[in-house]
């Protein structure tokens, strides 16, 4: 029905999360009525992708060894924000309120499944060696992120920090990714400690 590389490009798009193959279809159409130039920055940036790395400190996605927020000396140095992903950090900045660092997990616990690649080692290294003040757990309000969140707390219990969590100002069994700007700028300013 398509030609060969037409299908091959349906395919790759309908692999994504999210994307279903009618919504494969309509994108590679449109991409097939752009322009040459457009196509080809677009080619471009996938191409660049595979320069991109994870930041060795945070864990965030950057284009050296260390992302933008990193190298940043002008942000808050003494508070990390504990994220799942990096997905979670483009959402938090959106609302131009917290000034800190962050630290991606790459997922939440999941008891009897062993966490070894999640980042928590390297977590309490940080504490540890940047005498960090503030955690933030900014996990998702689920019963995962519930649970990474008491999971955490016990592993930073023998450090001097205080450590909080988003306000619920955010649903319960909701993912930051996709909150809006005011909600989750409610939730950062009104967070609680945990005790």
Known sequence: MYPKSFKKLIDHFASLPSVGPKM??????????????????FSESL???????????????????LCEIC????RE????????DPLDI????????YKGLYHV??????????NQDLKIKELLKRVEE?????IILAVNPTT?????ALYLKSKLKDFNVKITRLARGLSTGGDIEYADEITLSSALTNRREIT
């Open 144 to 148: 995962e992120g519930d649970a990474t």
């Open 130 to 134: 940047e005498k960090v003040e503030e």
């Open 24 to 41: 494969a279809e309509r994108l590679v159409l449109f991409l097939f009525k752009q322009d040459s130039a457009k196509l080809k920055d």
């Open 90 to 97: 483009i959402s938090i900045e959106k609302t131009g309120i």
């Open 77 to 84: 140095q003494k508070t990390i924000c504990v994220v799942e």
């Open 71 to 74: 190298k940043n000396k002008q």
């Open 47 to 65: 191409a660049d992708l595979k320069n991109l790395h994870t930041c060795q400190k945070c864990f965030n996605i950057a284009e050296g060894t």
């Open 105 to 114: 997990l790459g997922g939440v616990v999941l008891f009897g499944n062993g």
